[in-house]
């Protein structure tokens, strides 16, 4: 049972537009919830994470959106570019804890030039 | 920069075959992970390991083993591979408690046939 349910599986965007990719989550105990971005061929990296107590975070143009009382959270890509194709992995933890990092089952973007 | 190393990218082995995935950190870190990546399912924890000789089951450390006689190394290991453990084995090592960053391999793709 995954605790971390992340949709869409595949996501087909133009240059140029927002790319939206969800996840939802079943434990409230998870207190951090990271992003992380993996090219082909590569592994993955921190994008941005947030904690629950803010509601938004932006870095460039990445965006993550989080609803508490939803259990849900999302991941924005502004003005898509073909270089922002990769799979994208949401995640969750709670005290700092690595052994409890949960990882969503990825979203392959790919971005149309 | 941190640099995660799994020497073999791509192994095909036969069912009932003995197999080791090397993994080496250049960074002094104390933590290591072990993962398996397969599409749809996202990345799942086998083992993980604290300290030189220390270890620790993920969530999926059935047919699995591992060993650390080194800080650096962390090797994973199939006591004889069976088809269902085909798949993506990505290593990482230093979670840092304050971003939830994991510094991932390159991984090592494993066909067993």
């Known amino acids: 049972q995954q605790q971390v349910k992340q949709s869409p599986q595949s996501l087909i965007v133009q240059k140029g537009g927002i790319s939206i990719i969800n996840c939802a989550y079943e434990?409230?105990?998870?207190?951090?919830f990271p992003w992380y971005q993996q090219f082909p061929g590569k592994g993955p990296a921190l994008l941005i994470a947030?904690?629950?107590?803010?509601s938004e975070k932006k870095e460039g143009r990445f965006t993550i959106s989080f609803n508490k009382s939803a259990k849900q959270f999302s991941l924005h890509i502004m003005d898509s570019q073909p270089g922002d194709s990769a799979t994208y992995f949401c995640?969750?933890?709670?005290?700092?804890?690595?052994?409890?990092?949960?990882f969503g089952s990825g979203t392959q973007l790919t971005v149309l030039p | 920069d941190v640099k995660v190393t799994q020497s073999s990218r791509y192994l095909v082995k036969r069912t009932g075959e003995k197999v080791f995935l090397e993994c080496v950190q250049d960074?002094?870190?104390?933590?290591m992970f072990w993962y398996r990546q397969d599409p749809g399912l996202g990345l799942r924890l086998i083992y993980f390991s604290y300290d030189v000789k220390m270890k620790e089951k993920g969530d999926i450390p059935e047919g699995y083993s591992v060993s650390r006689e080194k800080k650096e190394r962390f090797s994973l290991i199939l006591e004889s591979a069976s088809t269902n453990q085909t798949s993506m084995y990505l290593c990482?090592?230093?979670?840092?408690?304050?971003?939830?960053?994991?510094?991932f391999g390159e991984g090592s793709r494993l066909t067993v046939l």
């Open positions: 434990n409230t105990a998870f207190d951090y």
């Open positions: 960074m002094d870190h104390e933590n």
């Open positions: 947030i904690r629950p107590d803010v």
């Open positions: 990482a090592s230093r979670w840092d408690r304050a971003t939830g960053e994991l510094f």
């Open positions: 995640a969750a933890t709670f005290s700092g804890s690595a052994r409890q990092l949960t």
